[in-house]
């Protein structure tokens, strides 16, 4: 079974800082692209920002010039530095993994896209 498990969330003023990380384990052949989204109250799930395994980065409008995604790809991590956060980027933030895995030791590697179970950052005005 592919995993994602996410830490580093929580409470911040405004202006302040979070980092957040993400660690895939399992049965994986490979990671293609890791990244994260965020969901608002009321709103639909949406990129932050994602970043190939080649390190290519792909950001969010409002994540741009604030926001930093890497990964390490030996340790299957994937993290995210926010500076000067707003009210605005108050939800819940689900890093996600596309992966050529396996569910289990009898299956044949294949796709699997794969989220983590969500960590809440509540930045206050």
């Known amino acids: 079974q592919v995993q994602l498990v996410e830490s580093g969330g929580g409470l911040v003023q405004a202006g302040g800082s979070l980092r957040l990380s993400c660690v895939a384990s399992?049965?994986?052949?490979?990671?293609?692209?890791m990244g994260w989204y965020r969901q608002a109250p009321g709103k639909e799930r949406e990129l932050v920002a994602d970043?190939?395994?080649?390190?290519?980065?792909n950001y969010a409008d409002s994540a741009k010039g604030r926001f930093t995604i890497s990964r390490d790809n030996a340790k299957k991590t994937v993290s995210l530095q926010m500076n000067s956060l707003e009210p605005e980027d108050t939800g819940v933030y689900y890093c996600?993994?596309?992966?050529?895995?396996?569910?289990?030791?009898?299956?044949?590697?294949?796709?699997?896209?794969?989220w983590g179970q969500g960590t809440l950052i509540n930045v206050s005005s």
């Open positions: 996600y993994a596309s992966t050529i895995g396996r569910s289990d030791l009898r299956s044949a590697y294949r796709r699997l896209d794969v």
């Open positions: 399992g049965s994986i052949l490979s990671i293609q692209t």
């Open positions: 970043i190939s395994s080649g390190g290519s980065t």
